[in-house]
């Protein structure tokens, strides 16, 4: 059954983690897994202290060249009367300073315990929704 925007974004707020896609300039897909928190017709995901082999990370040389996003959150279970998904499709900005990744790393600390201990430094990437879909078996 498709599912209508109110219900694809309270599907993907029970989401632990979803799925980023980034386009670079050279077309190709980037696909990465993500913790975020969502606020309305906001995302938002921060780089966090997780080991990286680089702090130039193509997902944000990707948004700097092309803004356009999609987030995937999905549910599988072995009765496929359980099976979900939800994407949020729309704009991203990478955010570096200091003022403002302050309100998107506290939405990550509330959602997150593991970021109470150590919260994100950042940059921010923050999804501006402009289209919700989804769909459910029941």
């Known amino acids: 059954m498709r599912m209508g925007g109110e219900d694809a974004r309270a599907r993907l707020e029970s989401?632990?983690?979803?799925?980023?896609?980034?386009?670079?300039?050279?077309?190709?897909?980037?696909?990465?897994?993500?913790?975020?928190?969502?606020?309305?017709?906001l995302i938002h995901t921060a780089v966090d202290h997780k080991p990286k082999s680089t702090?130039?990370?193509?997902?944000?040389?990707?948004?700097?060249?092309?803004?356009?996003?999609?987030?995937?959150?999905?549910?599988?279970?072995?009765?496929w009367d359980e099976l979900w998904w939800v994407r949020a499709e729309g704009a991203a900005s990478?955010?570096?300073d200091v003022?403002?990744?302050?309100h998107p790393i506290d939405a990550l600390v509330r959602r997150y315990e593991?970021?109470?201990t150590r919260r994100p430094e950042g940059p921010v990437i923050t999804i501006q929704v402009e289209r919700w879909t989804g769909w459910s078996s029941s």
């Open 55 to 79: 702090r130039n990370l193509r997902r944000l040389r990707d948004i700097a060249q092309n803004p356009r996003v999609a987030l995937l959150a999905d549910h599988y279970s072995e009765d």
């Open 114 to 116: 593991q970021y109470r």
């Open 94 to 96: 990478v955010i570096v």
């Open 15 to 41: 989401a632990r983690v979803a799925t980023l896609a980034t386009v670079g300039d050279d077309g190709r897909p980037h696909l990465v897994p993500i913790v975020f928190a969502v606020e309305g017709d």
């Open 99 to 102: 003022d403002g990744l302050r």
